[in-house]
């Protein structure tokens, strides 16, 4: 048995945890790992290598990704169907592991079962926004990362007070990354893109109250929140005092990977392995009432999800 694993989208921390536990199962078993050097634009190039346990357990510890990802829509053009049908069956695959997002996880799998080629996903992404699934690998270190920069933002906030403090986290276009921050950071204020503010007088109460009891205000925002700069001046002009502001960036997406989701690489990759050995045609790991679980079938009519509402209005003391 021969699989090849491909990484698309953004990377994710616990991708090199996940190839490594894989990538032992099938050498141990006989079988064959190889993996494209890019995405699928790499697949369509033939740019493959083949894995072993010794060559990816260096980076086992690691964020980012020892394959190389693309964003390349490359088959999103029919033509190239054929194409990879043919370099599929020239170097003799039966099966496709595929690490990716939402985006990802929705259109290339049916496009892979289209030409007749057996695919398992394995969601990654600190998004945490694939159907199906109630965590995505590398959303728990993505969150790690965060509180590590907020812990240290507090810190600052307490010794020298009377500041407003607003932390821009990764998410691409859903705030449920940062939601979940903010909750876990015990953030005065959020704002994410699915929710706009239609009036900003509750969440200048709330930046207000939190300076009066605790000498500072912390918000947390999504990158994509729309007007954002506008909004945080307006809101530090309103408050009355100094805006501070702190962007994670890329660092939150090439962090290390946390315990958890090092230990669900590990599970992931033990349910993908089961379903190459089984012959699933297509299935999906996912995360499902506190397990990990293998999902039989595609994604098509999953809808995306969305940042929780109830708790969006907890944190921001909305009705």
């Known amino acids: 048995m021969k699989t090849l694993v491909v990484v698309s989208g953004s990377d994710a921390p616990g991708i090199n945890a996940l190839l490594y536990h894989l990538c032992e199962l099938i050498t141990v078993s006989g079988d064959t790992m190889i993996g494209a050097l890019g995405g699928f634009r790499a697949l369509l190039d033939e740019q493959f290598v083949t894995l072993t346990p010794s060559l990816i357990v260096p980076y086992i510890g690691l964020g980012g990704s020892y394959l190389p990802s693309s964003r390349d829509p490359v088959l999103s053009e029919e033509s190239n169907h054929q194409m990879l049908h043919e370099v599929i069956f020239h170097h003799k695959v039966d099966h496709v592991v595929l690490c990716g997002g939402n985006d990802s996880l929705h259109h290339l ?10 695919c398992v996903g394995i969601p990654t992404t600190i998004d945490n926004d694939v159907a199906g699934t109630d965590r995505s690998l590398g959303f728990d270190s993505a969150c790690q990362y965060a509180y590590q920069a907020i812990d240290a933002v507090r810190a600052t906030g307490h010794a020298l007070t009377g500041r407003f403090f607003a932390v821009e986290t990764l998410g691409g276009n859903t705030g449920i990354l940062t939601l979940e921050i903010a909750r876990g950071a015990g953030a005065d204020a959020v704002i994410v893109p699915e929710y ?20 500072h205000a912390l918000l947390v925002y999504t990158e994509s929140v729309p007007n954002k700069e506008r909004i945080l001046a307006s809101l530090a002009q309103k408050v009355g005092i100094p ?5 994670l960036g890329h660092a939150q997406r090439g962090g290390v990977p946390s315990h958890a989701d090092r230990v669900l690489a590990r599970e992931w990759a033990h ?17 499902r009432d506190g397990s990990p679980t293998l999902r039989h079938g595609l994604l098509l009519d999953d809808p995306k999800p969305m940042p929780n509402r109830a708790l969006y209005n907890e944190i921001n003391g909305l009705t």
Request: proline letters at 8%; hydrophobic letters at 40%.
């Open 109 to 118: 799998p049916p496009i892979l079962q289209d030409v007749g080629i057996a």
């Open 243 to 247: 805006l501070c502001e702190t962007r």
């Open 271 to 287: 349910l993908a392995f089961g379903a190459l050995k089984q012959g699933a045609a297509s299935s999906i790991t996912v995360y």
């Open 196 to 215: 706009p503010i239609t009036d900003d007088a509750p969440f200048v109460n709330r930046l207000k109250s939190a300076v009066r009891r605790k000498g």
